[in-house]
T-cell receptor, first 110, second 112 residues
């Protein structure tokens, strides 16, 4: 089976930097996704890591360490519109399944 | 416009009355999937399909059926709905399972 953990809630200040962690235990790891989901809306794709290291995409970066079963999403220059849930998901190549963590609800305050 | 379309968006029904939630994508994606989202539990995969006539169980398949007769459509069937299937359902698609998924807008089901 798979187990994915991420904090339930985080609060940060507008303009600041926040790091959202995700740890996982899985067999047949084939990549890790981060999705953003605003309240009442569908998830939207943010990033994908399959190899170790940092992937940067504008204000958002995602890091992966396969040996540690660990990833983080880094959001810089926070804006109010970044208030959303951030979902970590692991792709398992054994069955082509995608398993999501419970999501981290980020609240950005002025 | 590339999209995943789910219908209905909202449905209130009663226990035992068969229902189908349709899902259609216009991106020629091979991989399609159904999820349910419940407070505190996140998104959980119900069923997925890697291609036409190929479907597999996800983490929570009990009480659900799917079919993939055409590449673009992947309906979710609840033969005998029960109150514990009250949830927010999302359909998603991608070219392959290891690629980013496009999600539909969701279907909120209430089973009384």
């Amino acid at each position: 089976g798979q187990n994915i953990d991420q904090p339930t809630e985080m609060t940060a200040t507008e303009g600041a930097i926040v790091q959202i962690n995700c740890t996982y235990q899985t067999s047949g790891f084939n990549g890790l996704f981060w999705y953003q989901q605003h309240a009442g809306e569908a998830p939207t794709f943010l990033s994908y890591n399959v190899l170790d290291g940092l992937e940067e995409k504008g204000r958002f970066s995602s890091f992966l360490s396969r040996s540690k079963g660990y990833s983080y999403l880094l959001l810089k220059e926070l804006q109010m519109k970044d208030s959303a849930s951030y979902l970590c998901a692991v792709h398992n190549n054994a069955g082509n399944m995608l398993t999501f963590g419970g999501g981290t609800r980020l609240m950005v305050k002025p | 416009e590339a999209q995943v379309t789910q219908n209905p968006r909202y449905l209130i029904t009663v226990t035992g009355k068969k229902l189908t939630v349709t899902c259609s994508q216009n991106m020629n994606h091979e991989y399609m999937s159904w999820y349910r989202q419940d407070p505190g539990l996140g998104l959980r995969q119900i069923y997925y399909s890697m291609n036409v006539e190929v479907t597999d169980k996800g983490d929570v398949p009990e009480g659900y059926k799917v079919s993939r007769k055409e590449k673009r459509n992947f309906p979710l069937i609840l033969e005998s709905p029960s109150p514990n299937q009250t949830s927010l359902y999302f359909c998603a698609s991608s070219y392959q399972g290891y690629q980013p998924q496009h999600f539909g807008d969701g279907t909120r089901l209430s089973i009384l």
